[in-house]
């Protein structure tokens, strides 16, 4: 699919891998329409003013996230793109010092990491079908969801953070399956530690030796790598139904 004079729903859009790939789409001039539960704190440097529109939700929230995408329909007429980065981290062992973990933490994180994502991608996958098919395209849309290496390789205390990434791998083929009936394809990007908000307020303790296991390059990804990526999933017509590591060779 061709980025340019597309339309874009990026959830997760106010930082981190989110605002990266909202910047770039805007940059291969696609219009965006940033879905978070935080306004952004960047305006874009590149396209037309009408490039950008950002919009407060809760991922977690059905009539917010349906209010969302009501808002590009009515600005933009439809969407073609939905890529789904809104998420949180958590870590608890399963018994700790205290006690049992805490079942309200385990529930928020499957809440926003899997929950959140199959509300956006509901919305955008009903928005999608009603695109028409032209000789330029044969696809109505591409969905790119965030999972993890986590999902394939989760650490001691990663319980409910792994839970929730493997549930996006899972879903990743079913839901491919059920959308190319209707030229819509589904990919989902694993990446490994990424230099964003929620990396960066990890002490070195836990730092130091998720490096230490990367093979090459020695350094954790960068936002934009993660967006380029992206990208190449949605000009890649026959990337569909599968999870991608992005960890330069780190298996924790």
Known sequence: ?????????????????????????IARGCRVVGLDIAAPRWTPTTGSHD?????VANVVDGESVQAAHDRAI??????????????????????????PAKLDA???????????????????????????????????????????IAAFDGQIGQSAYSASKGAVASMTLPIARELGAYGIRVVSIAPGVFETPMMQGASEKVRQPLLEQTVFPKRFGLPHEYAELMEQVIANPMLNG???????????
């Open 242 to 252: 599968t999870t991608i590591r992005l960890d330069g060779a780190l298996h924790m």
């Open 74 to 99: 009515d600005r933009f007429g439809h969407i073609d793109i939905a890529i789904c980065c809104a998420g949180v981290l958590h870590g608890e062992r399963l018994v700790g010092r205290e006690g």
């Open 106 to 148: 385990f529930r928020r994180v499957l809440e926003i990491n899997v929950i959140g994502t199959f509300n956006v991608i509901r919305f955008s996958a009903a928005a999608m079908m009603r695109n028409e098919l032209t000789e330029e395209s044969s696809e109505r849309g591409v969905i790119v969801m965030t999972s993890s």
């Open 51 to 55: 490039s950008f529109t950002s919009v």
């Open 1 to 25: 699919m061709k980025i340019e004079g597309k339309v874009a729903i990026v959830s997760g859009a106010s930082s981190g891998l989110g605002q990266a790939c909202a910047q770039r789409l």
